[in-house]
Structures are given as C-alpha cells and as structure tokens.
C-alpha cells in the first residue's frame, strides 16, 4: 500500500512538471519537448508500480475463495478509470476555432493544475488508508 502512495506522488509530480514547464514558457513558445518526455517518464515509472502493486494487493485482501473475484473488481475499476481519465482528458482540449496561444496555455495550465491536485487527493488518501490496508493484509 507504501508503494501505490508512493507511485501517485510521481504522478503528481509528474503533473507538476509540466506544470512547471507550461507557467515557464512564452506566451508565444510551444513548450519544450523536454519538460513532456520528462514528465512523461514520471507517468510511465507510476504506472508500471501501479499495476502490479494494484494486482498484489487485490490478492493479499481477498478473502479464501475470492481471490479471481477481486483481481476481477481490479480490472473492472481499471476499465473505469480509463474511462474517467477520458472525461478529466477533456478539460484539456482546445476548441477548434481558438488560436490565441495565450488562452491555449491557460486550458492547459487549468487542466494540468487539477490533474496535480486529483493525484496529490488520490495519494494522502491512500496514505491514510495504508495502516487500516495493512491490518487486512494477510
């Protein structure tokens, strides 16, 4: 449970980053490939600790007999949260007939803004729950 805490302070450094990166920036300068590929990194190294993490501890809460049930209700929240990271994605996207890059920037600046404080949410959430996670761990 420490691990996948962990892995969602990447994420929200991640987000941070470029964050970072896009209040840096000219209003009139695409933001540097750097700062995506950096951030970009963060997410993959998160996700790749999430994944397995998320399957261990479906298997160490499960109780005798429930264990296909619960890697189940993982996979299925998994399938949601793509869902939802779909509609989250939608902060993000610029209307068609907007070519003011100022106002581009703010879109992006707003939406990465909340994607940090729903991984920032998600994490203290998660580091509260670790010691009533680790009294059910068998």
């Not at 963060?42 to 499960?62: C, Q, R, T």
């Not at 949601?80 to 879109?107: N, R």
Request: glycine share 8%; hydrophobic share 55%; with cysteine.
């Amino acid at each position: 449970a420490t691990k996948f805490a962990i892995s969602l302070y990447i994420l929200a450094l991640c987000y941070a980053l470029i964050l970072l990166g896009l209040s840096l920036k000219s209003p009139l300068i695409t933001l540097s490939l750097g700062w995506l590929v950096t951030g970009y990194l963060f997410v993959a190294l998160s996700e790749l600790s999430i994944g397995p993490i998320g399957l261990s501890i479906a298997n160490k809460l499960a109780p005798k007999g429930y264990h296909a049930l619960y890697i189940g209700v993982w996979y299925v929240g998994a399938g949601l949260s793509g869902k939802l990271a779909g509609v989250i994605a939608d902060q993000a996207s610029v209307p068609k007939d907007l070519h003011d890059s100022q106002a581009i920037t703010e879109i992006y600046i707003h939406a990465y803004g909340s994607f940090v404080e729903l991984a920032l949410i998600a994490a203290v959430v998660m580091t509260i729950l670790i010691p009533l996670l680790k009294r059910f761990e068998r």
